[in-house]
């Protein structure tokens, strides 16, 4: 995927309590608006694909609000941003929470119904969702100490 | 999110689902599956309709719910289920787990 210019972005601070899902959402609305504006003669992505992208933010987002803050403070919060590229759409969110630890494989193995529910009530599905969903899912953890996840998704390329 | 249920006296029940079915709310929903199911109605329909959004956590009460129902001998099934949770549903390959039609009254005649 090709870094170079930014066509569209919008960008918020999610506070990490019961309204940030709320944030996280709206946001997403706002960005398939600034998406929308910039596709000129371009196809718009459809539904389906849009709804992958925001998959993928939302489990990421989740794991955040839900874990990154056990001990809080005043304000924890997380930023999240979404950025429109010539072939590809990215989401950034930064926390400066725990340090995440990646669990050592990706996809859990549930091996009973039972367990398949409560691996998925309680996230444990949500990174391996991130990697169906989107091309690129990368975390680092920054020489100031946040937590800095980046998704990426590749544009349809075809033309109206 | 909000959920009404609509209880017949014949045993099938249809849970209408408004909002996000999320982390947030996943716990509120396996609860009203539960209490449905404890009723004595083991027919369920969720009905997706008014459904704004579907997370890993809200799929986990929907797998739940499942287990429940049909250890009792019965079933819960989705009804009119929006783009984003179909593309969920598919994700995980839950699509396969869950019989999923197109209107509340195709998945109750379908009972």
């Known amino acids: ?160 | 999110m909000d959920s009404m249920v609509d209880l017949d006296p014949g045993g099938t029940a249809v849970i209408h689902i408004r909002g996000r079915l999320d982390f947030l709310s996943a716990a509120g929903a396996r609860q009203r599956f539960s209490d449905v199911i404890e009723g004595g109605h083991r027919r369920l329909v969720v009905d997706l309709d008014g459904l704004e959004f579907l997370d890993s956590s809200g799929l986990g009460a929907l797998i739940g719910g499942l287990k429940a129902a049909r250890q009792t001998g019965g079933d819960l099934r989705l009804a009119r289920a929006p783009e984003q949770a179909k593309v969920i549903l598919s994700l995980t390959s839950l699509d396969r787990v869950f019989r999923s039609y197109g209107t509340v009254e195709e998945a109750l005649a379908d009972y």
């Open chain 1, 1 to 160: 995927m090709v870094a170079g210019h930014v066509m569209g972005a919008v960008e918020v601070v999610v506070p990490v309590d019961g309204q940030g899902m709320d944030v996280v959402h709206l946001l997403l609305g706002r960005f398939w608006e600034v998406v929308t504006l910039a596709a000129g003669d371009r196809a718009l992505p459809t539904e389906t694909w849009r709804a992958e992208f925001a998959i993928a933010v939302v489990e990421i987002a989740a794991n955040i609000v839900r874990y990154a803050y056990p001990n809080r403070v005043d304000g924890p919060s997380f930023t999240l941003a979404l950025r429109l590229y010539l072939d590809h759409i990215e989401a950034v969110l930064t926390d400066e929470g725990i340090a995440f630890a990646p669990p050592a494989e990706v996809a859990p193995a549930a091996v009973s119904v039972d367990e398949l529910a409560v691996d998925l009530l309680e996230g444990g599905y949500g990174l391996w969702l991130a990697h169906s969903a989107v091309d690129e899912v990368g975390h680092e953890r920054t020489a100031d100490g946040a937590n800095r996840w980046r998704l990426a998704k590749r544009l349809p390329l075809e033309v109206r």
